[in-house]
Structure formats: structure tokens, C-alpha cells
């Protein structure tokens, strides 16, 4: 059984950066796809970027493109996402999740084999 645990939310002014961190256990980390989603209240959740299984390979939502960065280290069993320049609508609970797919794209949840339990993040204006 994967589980994955997510750490390094909370509250940043705009502009400003935070780094999240997913750390997972169990037998599947290194073969599956990463990805983390957001999700806000009455909202579906919502892809933000995957990284492939060797890590070589990444995929963005346009919202996040240019401002946030995906990595893995697999000797760690641990992905991360770097958020700079923080907007107000990047608010939103950040799931890390392991997909069934080898392939970093676009992500629907569907696709998704296990979720953390996520962790808040809040960009003030």
C-alpha cells in the first residue's frame, strides 16, 4: 500500500514562494507518475504538474507554467513543488498524488492510483 504524505503548506504573501514536499512509502514510487492537483471548496480538483517516473519528463497546467517547478528524488521516495511568485488564486489544498501512468501530461483524476491527504496553502494579497 502507497502512502504519501504531503508537508510544507501555509500562508505566503503574494509574490512570495513556498516548496511542498510529498514523501511516499510503499513499493510503486519509483515506477508510477507524480503529479499534484489543488483543489478549492465547491471546485473539482484541478491538475497542476506531473513529472515521470525517471524524472526526465514534466508537464505544467498553463496557470503554473513559468512559475512552478515539479522534481522528484527517488532515492528519497520524495517529490517537491516550488511555487515562486505566489498569486491570491494559487490558494487552494495541494494534493500530491501517483498516477497509473508512466507519462508526465495532463492528469484527470481518474487516473490518479493514490492521493495524500493534502495540505493548505494560502496566498494573501
Known amino acids: 500500500q502507497v502512502q504519501l504524505v504531503e508537508s510544507g503548506g501555509g500562508l505566503v504573501q503574494a509574490g512570495g514562494s513556498l516548496r511542498l514536499s510529498c514523501a511516499a512509502s510503499?513499493?510503486?514510487?519509483?515506477?508510477?507518475?507524480m503529479a499534484w492537483f489543488r483543489q478549492v471548496p465547491e471546485k473539482e480538483r484541478e491538475f497542476v504538474a506531473a513529472?515521470?517516473?525517471?524524472?526526465?519528463?514534466?508537464y505544467y497546467a498553463n496557470s503554473v507554467k513559468g512559475r512552478f517547478t515539479i522534481s522528484r528524488d527517488n532515492a528519497k521516495n520524495t517529490v517537491y513543488l516550488q511555487m515562486n511568485t505566489l498569486k491570491p488564486e494559487d490558494t487552494a489544498v495541494y494534493y500530491c498524488?501517483?498516477?497509473?501512468?508512466?507519462?508526465?501530461?495532463?492528469?484527470?483524476?481518474?487516473?490518479?492510483?493514490?492521493w495524500g491527504q493534502g495540505t493548505r496553502v494560502t496566498v494573501s494579497s
Open positions: 498524488a501517483l498516477a497509473t501512468s508512466f507519462v508526465a501530461r495532463a492528469l484527470a483524476s481518474y487516473e490518479i492510483a493514490y
Open positions: 510503499g513499493l510503486t514510487f519509483s515506477r508510477g507518475a
Open positions: 513529472i515521470s517516473w525517471s524524472g526526465e519528463n514534466t
